[in-house]
């Protein structure tokens, strides 16, 4: 309990930091939204006036308070191009990429958990040796190139095998929820497939590791074949490991995803946020970093809990600390 | 637990008996085993056969739709352009992707402007110009209403461009010339200027002649209330507009296909496969060489440059003090530059351009003959400066990602024999705006210029070019005071001449758009899409689609 606390308070810190280092780092960027809004064909005058209107020109310090103060009360500001609330923002974007991510994760564990402890079973050096080269190639493709080759196979009207849509999202969103189901497909098999070929080489890692240990030793000596050992006993003591890897995994994979958004015409969270920053739109781009920066901070959260009932002896450790301390 | 407990009490007694009960335990699991592959390869199996059954009904339903609306039209076309707005605000945001797709779509002017860049009818049926070139009377069509079914009448026309001028929104400064602006009754708007403008009436085909509902109260950045023949019913900034037809609509421009979607494809691969796809039915722009696939395959596509006004500028910075300061240095990039070289290998699409007068605008004459391809002569222009291919002249090259590496580099490689090391910088568009536009902190600049009628940029010497020429600024004046248009466009092609003798710019091409669209569409304009893009006309007949 005490642990949640102590990692509590310092996502508060980190938070606060975070909120500092992105306003700070925003404001060096050359060029303001002003400038965009106006275009290159209107007089400075119009360029200055459109700067005096958006509260461009006011101290920095009292611009960054009433971000933090409306932050505070929960109100994330309200984007200076669209006009559009930024928690309205987020949650459409949110709404595309957080689905394709999750399928994505899905499938790159339905491929890279079995395939690593496969690698790790097998036997025949050549059979393991394959294993080794297949994970290779699939964590060396570059996204574009991986999900191209994808359309080419399946796009509707392009593909081989067209029959999946490679372009864009629904009109209406998840209001067509079979159109956007089916318009993420390629997509998350994309993800999936380079996603999956790196949890393959953890597992591979982590398993590896642990088949030369004792404990699979004991295991076997038991009774158990290597087989039912490196299962049961291996991958239940990777599992905290694992674990840790697929929720990074998972959290870098909300702006991870951006080339593959671009590819497919998906306007996800990734796609947005470059969009925002070459607009120069300040109020969104912060709030969204500093969702994000949140988002990472919280999976890290879950992760270190999770990770603490996973592996009882973590537990007894800090116990043991809180005690003498 | 007492089961195991009592295992490890044998266990110390006879391991036999141990080993054979460990032996029996670990069969168990064995018979799990298979079982866990197999639940996991049957879910497997079936999500796939739920995913391809799904999409095979779904393909179905879809054709079925689409035969049933037999050899008819279609009731929505799918248009994929390139540039996104980010807000609907035509008012306040720059950008010719709001005047692409809003004017003469959503709003209405009080004149419009045809694909040859002519000034045509819209709001306005017809209207007058005083001998002086002072006093415009426009007298507008009668029973005219905006999509929200207010009345629209002189008192609106004359509160926009009133607004217009005082809050001074975009193009405000294009009417500065304008004293005031009167509704006379309710048809009849005039205009009265303190000093004559010969560009008045093209100006107000633009942003500066819109008319908005005055007593409509909407948010002009997510909604548009107008009186042409679309309406707005969904946007998605930086990435699609859905356009449905305005069952109010009070023209004779009435929409002929009742929904068009406008996508907006930024990534190029994405949008080829979007229309091979046929998710979108058009293409506008595409480049030359990506159009490819579908100039190849004329039976079931249309592929057509169109003319526009689209500049590429590679303007110098010729403020004193520059290292373009010299006008040697400024010919001699002239001359080293192989147009032609240029257009070849974006296509062939693109014309080439002598000076700042695109075809498409008053005061346009074929220059090309000034700066001939000569690199000799650029040659010994450099040398008398001082500088050759051993001692090379550092300049840099700064422009915005939007244009891609090609150029630049080309660019680098023509110089470079004439004795010029040409640092390619190639930066985010906002960055350009501020080191570029606002600091004119820059050697050469590239830019698309697509603006029409935007000449005035030469006269100003406070624009970014630093270009300062009396004459120039003289004749241009004179033009803009000119009370007929072949007054007006002698005095602007003098001024162009003078300009582009004066080398403070080099004119890559003028940049045409190519634009392409699946068999069976008709009425999209191929010219000036860019900017004036009508959509009433356009319609899809997939009787063309049913035959593939």
């Not at chain 1, 470059?274 to 970093?289: F, H, M, P």
């Not at chain 2, 004046?477 to 003078?498: P, Q, V």
Request: proline share 4%.
């Amino acid at each position: 309990m005490r642990f949640v606390i102590r990692r509590l308070l310092l996502f508060v810190v980190a938070l606060f930091g975070i909120s500092v280092v992105v306003f700070a780092a925003l404001r060096i960027l050359p060029g303001d939204v002003a400038s965009i809004m106006a275009g290159i064909n209107a007089p400075a005058s119009r360029v200055a006036q459109l700067r005096e209107q958006l509260g461009l020109n006011r101290p920095l310090v009292a611009q960054y308070f009433d971000w933090m103060g409306a932050l505070v009360t929960g109100d994330f500001g309200t984007s200076i191009l669209t006009g559009r609330s930024v928690t309205a923002l987020i949650g459409a974007r949110a709404s595309i990429t957080f689905p394709l991510i999750i399928v994505g994760l899905l499938i790159a564990m339905l491929i890279g958990l079995p395939l690593g402890c496969a690698a790790v079973l097998a036997r025949s050096p050549r059979v393991r040796m394959a294993f080794h080269v297949l994970a290779i190639i699939g964590g060396s493709v570059p996204a574009l190139w991986g999900g191209l080759l994808l359309i080419l196979l399946f796009g509707k009207g392009v593909g081989l095998v067209g029959i999946l849509p490679s372009q864009g999202f629904p009109l209406d969103g998840w209001g067509e929820p079979v159109g956007a189901m089916l318009s993420l497909i390629l997509p998350a098999f994309t993800v999936g497939i380079i996603v999956g070929a790196s949890l393959m080489r953890y597992t591979r890692a982590a398993l590896g590791d642990l088949a030369n240990s004792g404990y699979i030793d004991m295991a076997r000596s038991c009774g158990m074949t290597r087989t039912q050992a490196v299962l049961r006993v291996g991958l239940r003591l990777a599992m905290p490991q694992l674990v840790s890897v697929i929720g990074l995994t998972f959290a870098s994979m909300v702006t991870g995803v951006m080339v593959i958004e671009n590819l497919f015409a998906l306007p996800g969270i990734g796609n947005g946020l470059v969009t925002d920053v070459g607009n120069r739109d300040l109020i969104a781009v912060q709030s969204e970093l500093f969702l994000l920066a949140a988002f990472f901070l919280t999976i890290g959260l879950i992760v270190d809990v999770l990770h603490r009932l996973l592996d009882p002896r973590l537990k007894n450790a800090s116990g043991v600390s809180e005690v003498s301390a | 637990m007492s089961q195991d407990n009592g295992a490890h009490a044998e266990s110390g007694a006879t391991g036999a008996t141990t080993d054979a009960s460990l032996a029996s335990r670990a069969k168990n699991p064995k018979k799990n085993g298979p079982k866990w592959w197999l639940i996991s390869l049957i879910a497997v199996i079936v999500a796939v056969a739920v995913v391809i059954g799904v999409t095979l009904a779904y393909a179905k339903k879809d054709n079925g739709t689409a035969s049933g609306n037999g050899a008819a039209q279609a009731n929505t076309v799918t248009i994929g352009l390139k540039l996104a707005p980010t807000n609907l605000d035509i008012r306040n945001t720059a950008g010719s992707a709001l005047d692409q797709i809003l004017i003469g779509n959503v709003y209405e002017g009080i004149v419009a402007r045809d694909s040859k860049n002519q000034v045509t009818p819209a709001i306005a049926s017809s209207w007058e110009e005083s001998k002086d070139g002072l006093t415009y009377t426009f007298h507008l069509n009668k029973n005219m209403v905006f999509s929200n079914g207010d009345t629209l009448d002189a008192e609106d026309v004359a509160w926009s461009i009133n607004e217009l001028i005082a809050k001074q929104y975009h193009d405000a400064d294009a009417l500065e010339a304008v004293s005031k602006v009167e509704a006379k009754d309710a048809d009849t708007v005039v205009i009265t200027l303190k000093t004559p403008n010969s560009n008045l009436l093209w100006t107000l085909t633009g942003r500066a002649g819109l008319v908005f509902d005055k007593d409509a109260k909407y948010d002009l950045k997510t909604q548009a209330v107008g009186s042409g023949p679309y309406t707005v019913a969904k946007f998605v900034e930086n990435d699609s507009i859905t356009l449905k037809a305005n069952e109010k609509y009070w023209g004779k421009n009435k929409a002929k296909t009742p929904t068009i979607v406008v996508k907006y494809l930024a990534d190029d691969n994405a949008a080829v496969n979007a229309l091979k796809s046929g998710d979108v039915q058009v293409l506008a722009p595409i480049t030359e060489n990506l159009a490819e696939p579908f100039t190849s395959d004329p039976s079931k596509y249309v592929v057509k440059a169109g003319d526009g006004t689209d500049k590429y500028v590679l303007g110098f910075n010729n403020a004193s003090g520059s290292k373009l300061a010299d006008k040697r240095i400024r010919q001699a990039i002239r001359y080293a530059i192989n147009h032609d070289e240029l257009i070849a290998s974006r296509g062939g699409a693109d014309k080439a351009l002598g000076g700042p007068i695109p075809s498409l605008d008053p005061g346009y004459e074929d220059l090309t003959d000034l700066y001939p391809y000569d690199q000799d002569k650029a040659k010994s222009l450099m040398a008398a400066v001082g500088y050759s291919e051993d001692k090379p002249l550092e300049l840099t090259l700064t422009y915005a990602n939007i244009y891609g590496t090609e150029l630049g580099d080309q660019l680098r490689s023509q110089l470079k024999p004439i004795g010029i090391d040409l640092k390619v910088n190639v930066v985010e568009f906002s960055t350009w705006l501020q080191d570029v536009y606002t600091n004119h902190d820059f050697d050469i600049s590239l830019v698309d210029h697509n603006e029409s009628h935007d000449f005035y940029t030469w006269t100003d010497p406070t624009y970014y070019f630093g270009y300062d020429n009396k004459d120039v600024q003289k004749l241009y004046a004179e033009g803009i005071a000119a009370t007929t248009d072949k007054e007006r466009d002698a005095k602007f092609a003098e001024a162009a001449k003078l300009i582009s003798e004066d080398a403070p710019a080099d004119w890559l091409f003028n940049y045409r758009i190519t634009t392409a669209t699946a068999k069976g569409v008709e009425g999209f304009p191929f010219d000036l899409n860019q900017t004036v893009l009508p959509l009433y006309n356009v319609t899809y007949s997939l009787a063309e689609f049913s035959q593939k």
